[in-house]
């Protein structure tokens, strides 16, 4: 009764789903994998997020490359805004989806050094050319103390943003500190700050929100799922068996099919 099995139709059948366990079982490990980075990386942001604020220069300085456990750390600098060499950062949206600039300002330090501030998000005037300096509320003047959350340099490669060439006067595609080194023939502090405080008058530049957590239990339920469906498998297997038995001592003894005693595999 079990020779259906060595059938062509039955083989096939067999080694698609000797193929499909492994399969699914090597997916569920993956998206397990991807919960242990998305869970390490939440906590690492918010042990970042909440770390004592430092002196920026403690995590950085000119030519350095922020680190993973560097990035989202709290730090302060003393110094004044630099608004003539002011720039913004073209296609960047704000909580609402919305098509604007983030400001990027250079703040210069007791000793010369640059540091990178981005204010903020603005709205982009549809009435104005894309080519024309938007209007960017001015920071205060004088020597404040400024707090915000470090970042590293942005690249095509980490966020797919192109570099394009030709813009606009004043205008960027990526926040690259050696790229502004270069603009402003000044030594700047690696990576960017974006600035927590103090708040903006009149709420604008609309400053950045807190990095937000990724979904890491949606993957957990993902490596769950995929086990779930490799356990289905071979119980489907044996269904289509048992069925496959049944019909054909049905036919064998002319009773209908659900008339016959199922066959214990």
Sequence with gaps: MYRFLLSRQWVILTLVALLLIPTMIRLGIWQMHRYDERTARNQLVADSLAAKPVPVERLTAPGHAVTRNERYRTVTATGHFDTDDEVVVRR?????????????????????????????????????????????????SGELTVTGRLMPDETTEASGIKDLEGLPD?????????????????????????????????????????????????????????????????????????????????????????ESEPAAV
């Design 92 to 140: 960047r949206t704000n909580g609402d989806d919305e098509v604007g600039y983030h400001v990027l300002t250079p703040f210069v330090l007791p000793d010369g050094k640059v540091l990178l501030v981005n204010r903020g998000w603005i709205p982009a005037d549809r009435a104005a050319s894309q080519s024309a300096y938007p209007k960017v509320p001015a920071p205060p």
């Design 170 to 258: 004043r205008q960027i595609m990526l926040i690259n500190s050696e790229q502004e080194a270069r603009r402003l023939d000044a030594r700047v502090l690696g990576g960017y700050v974006v600035q927590t405080g103090p708040p903006s008058k009149g709420e604008t530049p609309q400053q950045l929100g807190k990095p937000g957590k990724e979904d890491a239990a949606l993957n957990y339920a993902y490596a769950v799922q995929w086990w779930l469906f490799a356990a289905g498998v071979p119980v489907g297997w044996v269904v289509l068996v048992r069925r496959e038995l049944r019909d054909r001592r049905a036919r064998a003894t002319g009773q209908p099919a659900s």
